[in-house]
RNA sequence: UGGGGUGUAGCCAAGCGGUAAGGCACCGGGUUUUGGUCCCGGCAUGCGGAGGUUCGAAUCCUCCCACCCCAGCCA
């Protein structure tokens, strides 16, 4: 073994160092960063706008950001962008610090505001006037707009852009005093009207708002614009790679541009591309929108791509971050597809589930050779991918429900579950044959007359004889009534927001949410409580709602197991 | 008709001059007391297009095309 070792190619990075590779291409800048001594460490933020809630998107950006103080041991702050005061709420905040603690990442006691910095951004921006890097501006909002000029053509100088440093400085001190009505003056850089770049032409750096701050009150009627405020909070807490949208791959100019007039700390802006998913919308003003038009049961609905609509959907946070981690990190605008998500949580919750019985279409079976008032405890497996969650009992009797999808009078090619004549498995019990179908005056079934075979119990027979299915099933006087909620995709089309001339909210998906108010389940769920998971077999994975109360226990189904008849049929009528 | 970006399979995404990883989806098959899980196999003579450099190009050069972002006192 040892020579065999000689003989293989040298790693590069044996010894102690860790043996971790660049997965995508900030690692690959930071590790340079590292190698180059532009920096000796690595200090990133997640820098939530407190004004709307997290949603997947943002997940993506959590994980990044915290994984890569992770795994090169430092840090990441949480770090609040609160500079526009009319948006912004506590609330969203509260939600925020919880969705990223259940998403299970740590900011420690680095929560930071922007507005924490109000006061040294209002002297610094002193500083680039006393320096000639900044004036204040008379135009109004329109007039602005028009001397910006356009993509193609240069913008032209403010009539104000010359006024004297003492005038300036003057001027900025009386609108901090609350002197100027909103929108009468601003503050701007002085950058170059004729950039290419529409972000160098002079931009805002403070506008006049006499509105309360959710955090620092009536103290300030001047807010500092996201260009002015962004990278400056960076610099203050020693943020070394400030990672951001594309979006802002414009602004990063600006954002050195400001650092360099200051001469401080100066941290490097790398941008990527935000998460888009099929079959659902990321922007929290299409979000918001489906919450306050009532489109959705408010910002935690479980259609939601929200975290916390995830959350009351089932969704762990290991699924989620397992998700954020196969998607990967790159510039290519992309939308990934919402099945990839669906694997990760089945791929979770088929190892943790704890399995159990229930009917959510219930069609009644009479075992006819079954004692009257006998009953009988079955024992069934917990979980098949881990012994360790041992067994239960569940209670066998006369009269039973299964699944109504499971018993067909006409059985089609391939549909090998129940029907006349034939014989199947009930899981943990008996095989059963059905003997009769008792109808309705309007010929719907009501009924199902079986025999069962005592020497199977268990659901296995001596004679090796085989049935082709197994069905799940619950003895009707000892299942307990619960409500189910079949969520499904919240919009029928791929890309909901991707249509020029159609608004999103035509391509809801009417069917998003189905409803069943009295299913029935096995009884050893009677004490389930909020937020447990599990799997129904044959049916997919379920949790308990919020909603449940000591009489209605609530189930929400998270995600359907992949069902392969399903996809059989649907074919079969494809072809016919 | 300015500037900044991005194009590798149906969807993501590795690749960094030596002959196209991986995952999801999909399609076969096996195991199975969940039509679940698991296992095995298939799925780009091809990297937006056209030229060029090179023994050799997804990788380098040139031109072209497509798509995304920017004209908030939003972030």
């Not at 805002?204 to 309360?212: G, N, T």
């Not at 929108?289 to 946070?317: F, K």
């Not at 589930?353 to 050779?369: C, D, E, F, S, T």
Request: net charge negative.
């Amino acid at each position: 073994m040892t020579d065999r070792k000689a003989s293989e190619p040298k790693e590069e990075n044996n010894g102690n160092e860790k043996s971790t590779r660049p997965s995508n291409f900030i690692e690959e800048i930071i590790e340079e960063d590292l190698r180059s001594g532009r920096y000796d460490r690595v200090h990133t933020r997640f820098p939530p706008e407190p004004n709307g809630y997290l949603h997947i998107g943002h997940a993506k950006s959590i994980c990044l950001n915290f994984g890569l103080a992770e795994k090169y041991g430092g840090l990441c702050n949480l770090r609040f962008d609160d500079t526009n005061p009319v948006k912004e709420e506590q609330e969203y905040i509260d939600a925020i610090k919880e969705d990223v603690r259940w998403l299970g990442f740590d900011w420690g006691d680095r929560e930071y505001y922007a507005s924490d910095y109000f006061e040294q951004l209002y002297e610094w921006a002193v500083e680039l006037i006393k320096k000639g890097k900044a004036y204040v501006d008379d135009l109004s909002a329109e007039e602005i707009r028009q001397y910006r000029g356009t993509l193609t053509e240069p913008g032209k100088e403010s009539p104000y852009r010359n006024r004297s440093v003492e005038e300036n400085l003057e001027l900025f001190q009386r609108m901090r005093a609350g002197e100027f009505p909103d929108g009468s003056k601003v503050l701007r850089a002085k950058i170059d009207m004729a950039s290419p770049n529409l972000n160098l032409r002079d931009p805002v750096m403070y506008r006049i708002l006499h509105a309360r701050h959710h955090r620092t009150g009536e103290k300030w009627c001047i807010y500092p614009m996201y260009d002015w405020a962004h990278g400056q909070s960076d610099s203050i807490e020693g943020i070394t790679h400030s990672i951001c949208t594309l979006e802002f791959e414009d602004h990063r100019p600006l954002y050195d541009w400001f650092l360099d007039q200051l001469g401080i700390f100066h941290p490097r802006q790398i941008e990527f591309a935000r998460l888009n998913l099929s079959y659902t919308v990321m922007s929290k003003r299409m979000l918001n929108e489906l919450v306050q038009g009532g489109y959705v049961n408010g910002w935690d609905d479980p259609r939601m791509p929200t975290l916390s609509g995830l959350r009351r959907r089932g969704y762990t946070p290991e699924a989620i971050r397992d998700f954020c981690t196969r998607i990967g990190v790159a510039k290519a605008d992309s939308i990934v597809d919402i099945s990839l998500l669906e694997h990760c949580i089945r791929d979770d919750l088929n190892k943790r589930a704890p399995r159990r019985m229930a009917v959510l279409r219930p069609l009644k079976v009479v075992i006819v050779n079954y004692p009257e008032n006998q009953v009988e405890e079955m024992e069934a497996v917990n979980n098949p991918e881990d012994e360790s969650m041992g067994t239960r009992k569940v209670p066998f009797s006369r009269v039973l429900y299964i699944e109504r999808d499971d018993f067909r009078e006409d059985p089609p090619k391939k549909f090998f579950r129940l029907a006349p004549g034939r014989e199947v498995r009930l899981r943990y019990a008996y095989y059963i044959k059905c003997v009769d179908v008792i109808k309705d005056e309007n010929g719907e079934i009501v009924e199902l007359h079986c025999t069962y075979d005592p020497e199977t119990r268990g659901g296995w027979s001596k004679d090796g004889r085989k049935v082709k299915a197994t069905l799940h099933w619950v003895s009707a006087s000892h299942a307990v009534p619960i409500e189910v909620r079949l969520y499904d995709r919240l919009f029928n089309d791929p890309n909901p927001a991707g249509h020029k001339d159609r608004d999103f909210k035509e391509f809801l998906n009417p069917e998003s949410l189905e409803t069943i108010p009295r299913a029935w389940a096995e009884p050893s769920l009677a004490n389930a409580r909020a937020g447990e998971r599990f799997q129904f077999e044959r049916l997919g994975y379920f949790v308990v709602d919020p909603d449940s109360t000591e009489n209605q226990l609530v189930f929400n189904r998270t995600v359907p197991l992949r069902d392969t008849w399903a996809k059989i049929e649907k074919k079969m009528k494809g072809a016919s």
